[in-house]
């Protein structure tokens, strides 16, 4: 077969086999679109895959950049949390204030880093900078982080001073470095000096009568208010309500409560002409000699006669008035028995004072109506009843006992002024406390109640009497109920500064008790009335 031939009979048996395929409902032309489409499927995925990676180089390309910190300033320590905002932060691989690497950080988007302060320097401004693999963020005043302490006030001194202003106060504290303001309440300070991170020296500016707040402001923070950085403008005298008690011997030397206001800033505490022989100021409205928010006054040697107490601050004396008047008396009433060392037996007191005087009462103690007791660095072997007395006082003793007290005419004290007027050694030295090893109730007393730096085990009850309580600064290892008593005027029910294992009940009482601002601790349960005025 020659050449021509074959090639002529292939081309035959070709065209054959393509004729048969048409005839047979298979066209050719379907099947190649049919390819053409898979093979698009197949490219298109890549296509968009490149695209992406392409999208991403690009990105991580790009230097970043950083446009503000959503926290400027942080101790010295670290630790502090700080938001980066900015651009190119995709792939970022380091995160550093100034030199020295954040101590962790954590990319959220290609705008936005979330990193962890490092330790720094106090007082130093640092540049925050991000890197990525194209380079690290040009440096401006957006990306600033200053280690700064919070600014706080711890103390001021003086804490008072006149309406008009002028006097100079020293502020203690912290963070004061760079402080561009000092402001008593709203009001500028006329001057200030800052000496130091810690203390700063400011002119006082004119005010109005009251207490503000004094605040310091830094670039960095502002103090914030507390009690620590009150200053109290004083533009009124003193007023003086009442005394107690309101007499006492011309040889002076009993303690004096001054009960009143305007105690601020007091310069001065006169018994008539005589200045007091000393005295001490607790709290601004309430004067005790015993509990903590009180002004203690001994008085000065006098004559017979009846003089007015004033007292002077910054603004002036007090006013005179019947509520101020203290009597010298020309002798103080003797103690009419008077038992010292061992006594073994009961002990009725019928009628004027019996005073134990550093003795040991073997035995039981009655006290009848119109009797003063006086127990003064003794030691009672027993209980004491006492009914209608008119004083009972007991100063650095003890008593193995229980101490019932009903309906006295005159005051109840235990570490207070005692029966024949003279303060007990505990308000001038410390340690002189009673110690009551048993329940301890006083009730329906028409004159004052006083409770101060006791210690007792077992119950502790005081009710229905009228002329005031004051339970301070005593340790009670019971429950302590304080129900249905009443106060005079410019007097109160206070529960102070008290530690009561066991649990602490009031109710009934007028005026509701106060605490004068120091809390009482209790490891019971404290309901009623006091139960704002207790913690566990």
Same mark, same amino acid.
């Given at each position: 077969?020659?050449?021509?031939?074959?090639?002529?009979?292939?081309?035959?048996?070709?065209?054959?086999?393509?004729?048969?395929?048409?005839?047979?409902?298979?066209?050719?032309?379907?099947?190649?679109?049919?390819?053409?489409?898979?093979?698009?499927?197949?490219?298109?995925?890549?296509?968009?895959?490149?695209?992406?990676?392409?999208?991403?180089?690009?990105?991580?390309?790009?230097?970043?950049?950083?446009?503000?910190?959503?926290?400027?300033?942080?101790?010295?320590?670290?630790?502090?949390?700080?938001?980066?905002?900015?651009?190119?932060?995709?792939?970022?691989?380091?995160?550093?204030?100034?030199?020295?690497?954040?101590?962790?950080?954590?990319?959220?988007?290609?705008?936005?880093?979330?990193?962890?302060?490092?330790?720094?320097?106090?007082?130093?401004?640092?540049?925050?900078?991000?890197?990525?693999?194209?380079?690290?963020?040009?440096?401006?005043?957006?990306?600033?982080?200053?280690?700064?302490?919070?600014?706080?006030?711890?103390?001021?001194?003086?804490?008072?001073?006149?309406?008009?202003?002028?006097?100079?106060?020293?502020?203690?504290?912290?963070?004061?470095?760079?402080?561009?303001?000092?402001?008593?309440?709203?009001?500028?300070?006329?001057?200030?000096?800052?000496?130091?991170?810690?203390?700063?020296?400011?002119?006082?500016?004119?005010?109005?009568? *009251?207490? /503000? &707040?004094?605040? %310091?402001?830094?670039?960095?923070?502002?103090?914030?208010?507390? =009690?620590? +950085? !009150? $200053? #109290? @403008?004083?533009?009124?005298?003193?007023?003086?309500?009442?005394?107690?008690?309101?007499?006492?011997?011309?040889?002076?030397?009993?303690?004096?409560?001054?009960?009143?206001?305007?105690?601020?800033?007091?310069?001065?505490?006169?018994?008539?002409?005589?200045?007091?022989?000393?005295?001490?100021?607790?709290?601004?409205?309430?004067?005790?000699?015993?509990?903590?928010?009180?002004?203690?006054?001994?008085?000065?040697?006098?004559?017979? *006669?009846? /003089? &007015?107490?004033? %007292?002077?601050?910054?603004?002036?004396?007090?006013?005179?008035? =019947?509520? +101020? !008047? $203290? #009597? @010298?008396?020309?002798?103080?009433?003797?103690?009419?028995?008077?038992?010292?060392?061992?006594?073994?037996?009961?002990?009725?007191?019928?009628?004027?004072?019996?005073?134990?005087?550093?003795?040991?009462?073997?035995?039981?103690?009655?006290?009848?109506?119109?009797?003063?007791?006086?127990?003064?660095?003794?030691?009672?072997?027993?209980?004491?009843?006492?009914?209608?007395?008119?004083?009972?006082?007991?100063?650095?003793?003890?008593?193995?006992?229980?101490?019932?007290?009903?309906?006295?005419?005159?005051?109840?004290?235990?570490?207070?002024?005692?029966?024949?007027?003279?303060?007990?050694?505990?308000?001038?030295?410390?340690?002189?406390?009673?110690?009551?090893?048993?329940?301890?109730?006083?009730?329906?007393?028409?004159?004052?109640?006083?409770?101060?730096?006791?210690?007792?085990?077992?119950?502790?009850?005081?009710?229905?009497?009228?002329?005031?309580?004051?339970?301070?600064?005593?340790?009670?290892?019971?429950?302590?109920?304080?129900?249905?008593?009443?106060?005079?005027?410019?007097?109160?029910?206070?529960?102070?500064?008290?530690?009561?294992?066991?649990?602490?009940?009031?109710?009934?009482?007028?005026?509701?008790?106060?605490?004068?601002?120091?809390?009482?601790?209790?490891?019971?349960?404290?309901?009623?009335?006091?139960?704002?005025?207790?913690?566990?």
């Amino acid at each position: 077969m020659n050449l021509s031939r074959l090639v002529a009979e292939r081309s035959t048996r070709k065209n054959s086999r393509s004729e048969h395929n048409r005839r047979a409902g298979n066209p050719s032309r379907p099947k190649l679109l049919l390819r053409m489409i898979v093979a698009v499927m197949a490219i298109v995925p890549g296509l968009v895959a490149l695209q992406a990676v392409a999208g991403q180089a690009a990105s991580a390309a790009a230097v970043p950049a950083v446009t503000s910190l959503g926290t400027q300033s942080g101790p010295p320590s670290g630790g502090v949390f700080v938001t980066i905002f900015g651009s190119g932060f995709t792939g970022a691989t380091a995160v550093d204030f100034g030199s020295t690497p954040a101590s962790g950080f954590t990319v959220a988007l290609d705008s936005l880093i979330f990193a962890t302060a490092p330790a720094g320097s106090l007082g130093t401004t640092v540049d925050v900078t991000v890197t990525n693999p194209a380079g690290t963020s040009s440096i401006s005043s957006a990306d600033r982080f200053t280690y700064a302490n919070q600014a706080v006030i711890q103390a001021v001194s003086p804490d008072f001073g006149p309406v008009n202003g002028g006097g100079t106060v020293t502020i203690s504290g912290a963070g004061f470095t760079g402080a561009t303001s000092v402001l008593f309440g709203a009001v500028p300070a006329a001057s200030y000096t800052v000496d130091s991170d810690t203390s700063i020296t400011a002119v006082v500016p004119a005010g109005t009568d *009251g207490i /503000v &707040d004094i605040r %310091v402001q830094t670039p960095f923070s502002t103090t914030p208010a507390t =009690a620590l +950085d !009150q $200053y #109290t @403008y004083v533009g009124a005298p003193p007023t003086v309500t009442s005394l107690f008690p309101g007499s006492g011997s011309v040889v002076g030397g009993n303690l004096v409560q001054i009960t009143g206001s305007g105690f601020t800033g007091v310069t001065a505490v006169d018994f008539g002409s005589l200045p007091a022989a000393s005295y001490t100021v607790e709290s601004p409205n309430l004067i005790n000699a015993i509990a903590p928010t009180t002004v203690a006054a001994s008085t000065p040697t006098g004559s017979p *006669g009846t /003089v &007015d107490v004033t %007292v002077t601050n910054l603004a002036g004396a007090s006013s005179t008035s =019947a509520g +101020d !008047q $203290y #009597t @010298y008396l020309a002798s103080v009433p003797p103690c009419t028995a008077t038992i010292i060392g061992t006594h073994a037996g009961k002990l009725t007191v019928t009628s004027g004072m019996t005073c134990l005087l550093d003795a040991t009462q073997k035995g039981g103690v009655t006290v009848e109506p119109g009797a003063k007791l006086s127990v003064r660095d003794s030691a009672i072997q027993g209980t004491v009843t006492a009914t209608g007395p008119s004083a009972i006082g007991y100063c650095g003793s003890t008593e193995a006992g229980a101490l019932t007290v009903t309906g006295a005419t005159g005051p109840v004290s235990l570490g207070g002024i005692m029966p024949d007027g003279s303060a007990c050694a505990s308000e001038i030295t410390s340690g002189a406390l009673d110690t009551i090893s048993g329940p301890v109730t006083i009730t329906g007393a028409s004159a004052p109640v006083f409770v101060g730096e006791l210690t007792q085990h077992g119950t502790l009850t005081l009710d229905n009497n009228t002329g005031g309580i004051d339970l301070a600064a005593s340790q009670i290892h019971g429950p302590v109920s304080v129900e249905n008593n009443t106060a005079p005027a410019f007097e109160e029910i206070a529960v102070v500064s008290n530690s009561v294992t066991g649990s602490l009940y009031c109710t009934g009482n007028n005026p509701v008790p106060s605490d004068d601002g120091i809390i009482n601790t209790v490891s019971g349960t404290a309901s009623g009335q006091c139960a704002a005025i207790a913690e566990r």
